[in-house]
């Protein structure tokens, strides 16, 4: 009775352990070739980025009793509010469809994030992402509607323990990172916003 009691109680505690969180690097700086230093269009944006994509975290189980969670919401508003003035002259973070003093609202939106810890563990750590990018006047009309998807990948042999979740965080960051520049580079060639008065 003691020995099932103590592994009925060693189960409860594992199923109830908390996921652990990833630490995510710091989303890079994305040079557009062809752009260094300067902006491809001279409009102010407003950058949107809804609170179900800033808050969103991706979990994965790697174990029956042990999951990791993704802060995919957190390193998506890093990344685009580190680069999204690569593309426009001036940038601003706004909250709704309408009412920004803004030419053009950047609205982001994640369609998919999907990550996989390897079986084996000497096998890839990989990672996509994909981005819906919307496009709207300011007066929310829809100019462009464009998705983007990214791969990561990074496999250094084996790992456990915490440099396992290392290679985990910078596979979902080049995945992110992947599908960002697309986007950067989808906006700053897009006739739709070069013509736009």
């Known amino acids: 009775m003691k020995t099932t009691t103590l592994i009925v109680l060693g189960l409860l505690v594992a199923v109830s352990a908390p996921a652990a969180t990833l630490k995510m690097p710091a989303a890079p700086e994305i040079v557009l070739e062809g752009h260094e ?3 491809p269009h001279s409009l102010a944006a407003g950058l949107l980025i809804p609170s179900e994509v800033s808050s969103a975290i991706h979990v ?3 174990s029956p009793f042990d999951r990791i969670k993704y802060p995919i919401g957190d390193y998506t508003v890093d990344l685009f509010k580190r680069n999204l003035p690569q593309v426009f ?3 601003i973070e706004i909250d ?3 009412g920004a003093d803004v030419d053009l609202i950047i609205e982001i939106g994640i369609v998919r994030f999907e990550a996989e810890i390897p079986h084996p563990a000497y096998n890839p750590y990989t990672a996509t992402m ?3 990018i919307t496009v709207r006047d300011a007066g929310s009309e829809t100019l462009l509607v464009q998705t983007v998807t990214g791969d990561g990948q990074t496999s250094k ?3 456990s323990g915490f440099k396992a979740k290392q290679l985990a965080a910078e596979s979902a960051a080049r995945a992110m990172t992947d599908a960002g520049r697309q986007a950067l580079e989808a906006l700053a060639e897009a ?3 070069a013509e736009f008065k």
């Open 60 to 62: 994965v189980k790697t």
């Open 37 to 39: 230093g300067e902006a």
């Open 157 to 159: 042999g084996m790992m």
């Open 191 to 193: 006739p739709e916003v």
């Open 89 to 91: 002259a001036e940038v």
């Open 130 to 132: 994909v981005y819906k």
């Open 96 to 98: 709704a469809q309408t």
